[in-house]
């Protein structure tokens, strides 16, 4: 009986040892591995991290002025919220114009003559009452319009008053800005 020779192992050889290959670190010069500063004070560091959040500052700054609901903060998210700004951007409103109309009669004030003055501060409140007034009737109109589109039940607080302070303020002054044009009035 022939004894069977043993093959020779040149598989064995071609595959490398078991292991890594390299002597595992001490915990002293795994610890050194890892030691960084706590905070960063490199000036390129800085630099990346302030070019960073001003990418993200600006990216947030669009998103909101375009209406983007991620972007919006807590007070102007939300379906009905959008459809109270896009109703409220599609109209006129004369209490879009309080900030100017102020504005002239602070100019009107400086004229020497006190009957003018008089007569321009006495045209301010009147205009000024004629603008609540109409801020009161468009708070109605969009909490009634806003009752029927979504549901009595459903419906969110404060969107009459979220609807006379955005109607408050210039059409282009507005944030979000607006979406739709003038007569443009939603469904």
Do not use: C
Not at 31 to 56: D, G, H
Not at 79 to 102: F, K, N, T
Not at 105 to 129: D, K, T
């Amino acid at each position: 009986m022939a004894n069977p020779t043993p093959e020779t192992n040149d598989d064995a050889a071609q595959t490398p040892a078991a292991g890594k290959g390299r002597a595992t670190p001490t915990r002293a010069e795994q610890e050194a591995a890892r030691r960084r500063p706590l905070v960063a004070n490199t000036k390129e560091a800085k630099a990346a991290a302030k070019a960073q959040l001003n990418e993200q500052r600006e990216k947030a700054r669009v998103g909101m002025a375009n209406g983007d609901d991620k972007y919006l903060p807590p007070r102007d998210k939300g379906p009905q919220r959008r459809w109270v700004r896009d109703y409220v951007d599609a109209g006129w409103h004369l209490s879009e114009w309080i900030m100017a109309l102020m504005l002239v009669v602070i100019l009107v004030s400086l004229v020497p003559n006190a009957v003018i003055s008089f007569y321009a501060f006495v045209g301010l409140w009147a205009y000024l009452i004629i603008s609540i007034l109409d801020m009161v009737l468009l708070a109605n109109r969009v909490k009634r319009k806003a009752a029927a589109k979504f549901g009595k039940d459903k419906l969110e607080k404060g969107l009459g008053w979220y609807a006379a302070m955005r109607a408050l303020q210039m059409r282009f002054m507005r944030l979000p800005k607006p979406q739709v044009k003038r007569r443009q009035y939603p469904d």
